[in-house]
């Protein structure tokens, strides 16, 4: 089993920043590519950014140039800098991550179990 673990959510004022991380562990034959999602109330589920296990990033549009994704591949660990935070940032940020278990297995993505972010206007 791959358990995913968020950290770094919280409250924050317009403009502010937080950084969120999520580090991956269990049964980890590979990590492949990794991101960030997010659900504000009434609203699906969105891509905020991913990142592969070899570092090529892609960001939704609402957020370029203002958060920042990078991982750590000995940690098995991925980060998430938001800076100019905005009040419409405010959701739920999940953590996913596409993993092969094993050597034979195949790969499957797997989630965190989200961290609240709050950004007061």
């Known amino acids: 089993q791959v358990q995913l673990v968020e950290s770094g959510g919280g409250l924050v004022q317009a403009g502010g920043s937080l950084r969120l991380s999520c580090a991956a562990s269990?049964?980890?034959?590979?990590?492949?590519?990794m991101g960030w999602f997010r659900q504000a109330p009434g609203k699906q589920r969105e891509l905020v950014a991913t990142i592969t296990s070899s570092g090529s990033t892609n960001y939704a549009d609402s957020v370029k140039g203002r958060f920042t994704i990078s991982r750590d591949n000995a940690k098995n660990t991925v980060y998430l800098q938001m800076n100019s935070l905005k009040p419409e940032d405010t959701a739920v940020y999940y953590c996913n991550a596409n993993v092969r278990p094993g050597p034979v297995s195949s790969s499957r993505d797997y989630w965190g179990q989200g961290t609240q972010v709050t950004v007061s206007s």
């Open positions: 269990g049964s980890i034959f590979r990590l492949n590519a």
